[in-house]
Structures are given as C-alpha cells and as structure tokens.
C-alpha cells in the first residue's frame, strides 16, 4: 500500500487526464505516493468531452460562492470515493489536495470550511471564493500563480493567501513573474518540494 495519495483536481472544461502527467513527474520527489486524477462529476457545459466542478455560464464575482458551496456535495463525494478506494479513510494526514484553476478554486474551498483537514493544499492560478468559515489550520496550503495569468488574475491567489494567514493557516503564495494561466515547470518543482515536506519525506 501506498504511504502517501495525491489528488489532482482539474481547471474547467478539462478532464483528469489533463493533471495525470503530474504523478511521473512527482514521483521521485514523492515515492510510495499513489495519485489519482478524477474526472470532474459534471459535463462542461460549454460542448466538448471535459467536465466541471461547477459551471461558469453566466457567473459572476456575487454568484460564485453559491456555485462552489452547492457543488460542495459531490465534490465531497468524489474525494471521498478516491481516499476510501486507495485506503486512507482513517489517514487523511496523509492526503493532499492539488487544483488548478477551478480544481484549485474546490481545494481551498475544501480547506477554507474544514471539510477536508488534508496534509496539504496546493492551488495552482485559483481563488477562494468562499468564507473562510472553519478551516483546517493544520493543514499547510502553497498557493502559486503567474502575474501574466489573464483567466485568473494573481491578485486572487494574494487576496485568498492573505485571508487564510489571517484565520490562522500556514499559508506560503509565490508569484511568478511573465507566467500565464498555467502549471510551468518551476511551479511544478516548487509544488513537489511543498508536498515532499508536508509528508515529511524532506531530508537535510
């Protein structure tokens, strides 16, 4: 049995396949670490085979909150599917969540309420778009987003950073300069050293 799962929480109009790729790259950082990728619970519903963890059709700074909070219930279903399935029901210590764009926009929210008190929480180009209301302030979140990101401005990931250390969760934001809305490969490193120490696999 694996020692460790990550999961891999997809952007908007994508599918899990997209993020999967992360896992070989991760895995010598990350060893005895399973990942998993699932696909969103619902079909983009702008066409194309992707899928979505809420839909952005008509959303808006004052409605997306509630989109993100009623899509909470089947969030919660398929990351509990996936932690039960790899054995880490009883070990969520040893469970990190990893979104980008919309998947990272359900990751911090799943730190931000609480629902899910992870090792780790990585948000790659998110924002928190819901009350920090209870969160999980031992879980440790690394937030990264490009200052040349024209989907999501950066200045979500400062603004989400700034209200998480202010409800008392270790939180670190790294801005990358010229970078767009994407996970470039210095992001990527910079995520693998974030989880290799939250799992306490670093060694001096």
Same mark, same amino acid.
């Given at each position: *049995?694996?020692?460790?799962?990550?999961?891999?929480?997809h952007?908007?109009?994508?599918?899990?396949?997209?993020?999967a790729?992360l896992?070989?790259?991760?895995?010598?950082?990350?060893?005895?670490?399973?990942?998993?990728?699932?696909?969103?619970?619902?079909?983009?519903d702008?066409g194309?085979?992707?899928?979505?963890w809420?839909s952005?059709?008509?959303?808006?700074?004052?409605?997306?909150? !509630?989109?993100?909070? $009623?899509?909470? !219930?089947?969030?919660?279903?398929?990351?509990?599917a996936?932690v !039960?399935e790899?054995g880490?029901?009883?070990?969520?210590d040893?469970?990190a969540?990893?979104g980008?764009?919309?998947?990272?926009? *359900?990751?911090?929210?799943?730190? #931000?309420?609480?629902?899910?008190?992870v090792a780790?929480?990585?948000?790659?180009s998110?924002?928190? #778009?819901?009350?920090?209301?209870?969160?999980?302030?031992?879980?440790?979140?690394?937030l990264?987003h490009?200052?040349?990101? *024209?989907?999501?401005?950066?200045?979500?990931s400062?603004? $989400?950073a700034?209200?998480l250390?202010a409800?008392g969760?270790?939180?670190?934001?790294?801005?990358?300069?010229g970078?767009y809305?994407?996970?470039?490969?210095q992001?990527?490193?910079?995520? $693998?050293?974030?989880l290799?120490?939250?799992?306490?696999?670093?060694?001096?």
């Amino acid at each position: *049995m694996s020692e460790q799962l990550v999961i891999l929480l997809h952007g908007v109009g994508a599918r899990g396949e997209n993020l999967a790729g992360l896992g070989p790259i991760w895995a010598r950082a990350l060893p005895d670490t399973a990942f998993a990728a699932p696909d969103a619970p619902f079909p983009f519903d702008q066409g194309g085979p992707g899928r979505q963890w809420f839909s952005i059709a008509g959303v808006t700074p004052e409605n997306r909150g !509630a989109r993100v909070i $009623a899509a909470r !219930a089947d969030f919660d279903a398929v990351i509990g599917a996936l932690v !039960a399935e790899h054995g880490f029901a009883a070990r969520l210590d040893r469970v990190a969540l990893v979104g980008f764009s919309q998947g990272a926009i *359900m990751a911090l929210d799943a730190l #931000a309420s609480g629902r899910w008190p992870v090792a780790a929480v990585l948000a790659y180009s998110g924002r928190l #778009a819901t009350p920090v209301d209870n969160p999980a302030r031992g879980t440790p979140a690394l937030l990264i987003h490009g200052d040349a990101d *024209m989907a999501i401005p950066f200045t979500q990931s400062q603004e $989400a950073a700034a209200r998480l250390t202010a409800a008392g969760v270790p939180t670190r934001l790294i801005i990358e300069p010229g970078q767009y809305h994407g996970i470039s490969p210095q992001g990527a490193q910079e995520g $693998a050293r974030f989880l290799a120490g939250a799992f306490g696999l670093l060694h001096s």
